[in-house]
C-alpha cells in the first residue's frame, strides 16, 4: 500500500506570490490534516477535511485554505505568501481521524525569499 | 484552545542512559498519541493511550497516560543511538466532535555513543 504523498518535496517563492501544495492520501482514508513545522514550534495544525467537508480549523490567517476532492486527495494553498511562511508543510491521513493513528507524508520544504 | 505542552526541549543523554519525556494538557484528553521524528524524517507513529491510568510497553519504551488523562510520559531505558530523534505528544480533546491532534512541541533527544 502507498503510503501518503505530496509534491513537491520543495519549492522556492518570493513574498507576495501564492503556492499551492498537493497531498495523496493512503488509499481507503479518508481525513487530511495539514500541519506547518517550524524550528522551536514543533506541528501546528492549520486544518483537517473529511469527505470534502472542513471540520477543524487551527489559528492561521485567512490566506492558508484548503479543500479536499472527491477521491480524498487534498491540496493547500498559501496567499500573499510572507517570510514567516517558510516551513515544513505536513500532510497526515487517517481512515476517520477521531481515535486513529495519523500517516504523514514526507511534506513540502517551503522557502520563502 | 486546547493547548499540550511538553518537557524538556531538549535532552541530551550518554549511550546507556534513561530518558523521560513528559507531556502536559489544558484540557482532559480523550486518547494521547506519541510520534516519534528522525532528523530530515517525518513523524512516526508510536503508540496510542486511551484509558485513565494506562501503561504499554514497547521493548525499552514505557508509556504512561495520567488518571486525570490530563498528562502523558515517555520513558526510555538503556538509551541507544538509534533512539535519536523528536519525540512528540500529540491529544485530542475530550470535548464531542473533536477531531483535532494537537502536537507538543516535542523533545529532540541525542545520544552521545
Known amino acids: 500500500k502507498a503510503g501518503v504523498t505530496q509534491t513537491p518535496r520543495y519549492l522556492i517563492k518570493t513574498r507576495g506570490q501564492q503556492v499551492t501544495l498537493s497531498c495523496s492520501p493512503i488509499?481507503?482514508?479518508?481525513?487530511v490534516s495539514w500541519y506547518q513545522q517550524t524550528p522551536g514550534q514543533g506541528l501546528q495544525f492549520l486544518f483537517e477535511?473529511?469527505?470534502?467537508?472542513?471540520?477543524n480549523k487551527g489559528n492561521f490567517p485567512g490566506r492558508f485554505s484548503g479543500r479536499q476532492f472527491s477521491n480524498s486527495r487534498s491540496e493547500m494553498n498559501v496567499s500573499t505568501l510572507e517570510l514567516g511562511d517558510s516551513a515544513l508543510y505536513l500532510c497526515?491521513?487517517?481512515?476517520?481521524?477521531?481515535?486513529?493513528?495519523?500517516?504523514f507524508g514526507s511534506g513540502t520544504q517551503l522557502s520563502v525569499l | 484552545g486546547q493547548q499540550v505542552m511538553q518537557i524538556p526541549q531538549y535532552q541530551h543523554v550518554q549511550e546507556g542512559e534513561d530518558f523521560t519525556t513528559y507531556c502536559n494538557s489544558s484540557?482532559?484528553?480523550?486518547?494521547i498519541q506519541w510520534y516519534k521524528q528522525r532528523p530530515g524524517g517525518h513523524p512516526v507513529f508510536l503508540i496510542q493511550?486511551?484509558?485513565?491510568?494506562e501503561v504499554k510497553k514497547q521493548k525499552r519504551l514505557t508509556f504512561q497516560f495520567g488518571e486525570a488523562k490530563k498528562n502523558s510520559s515517555l520513558h526510555i531505558t538503556a538509551t541507544q543511538t538509534t533512539d535519536v530523534g523528536t519525540y512528540f505528544c500529540?491529544?485530542?480533546?475530550?470535548?464531542?466532535?473533536?477531531?483535532?491532534?494537537?502536537f507538543g512541541k516535542g523533545t529532540k533527544l541525542s545520544v552521545i555513543p
Open positions: 484540557t482532559t484528553l480523550s486518547n
Open positions: 477535511y473529511f469527505s470534502e467537508t472542513q471540520r
Open positions: 493511550l486511551v484509558k485513565s491510568g
Open positions: 500529540a491529544g485530542r480533546d475530550s470535548g464531542a466532535g473533536s477531531y483535532q491532534l494537537t
Open positions: 488509499s481507503g482514508h479518508r481525513s
Open positions: 497526515a491521513s487517517s481512515f476517520n481521524s477521531k481515535n486513529e493513528k495519523l500517516f
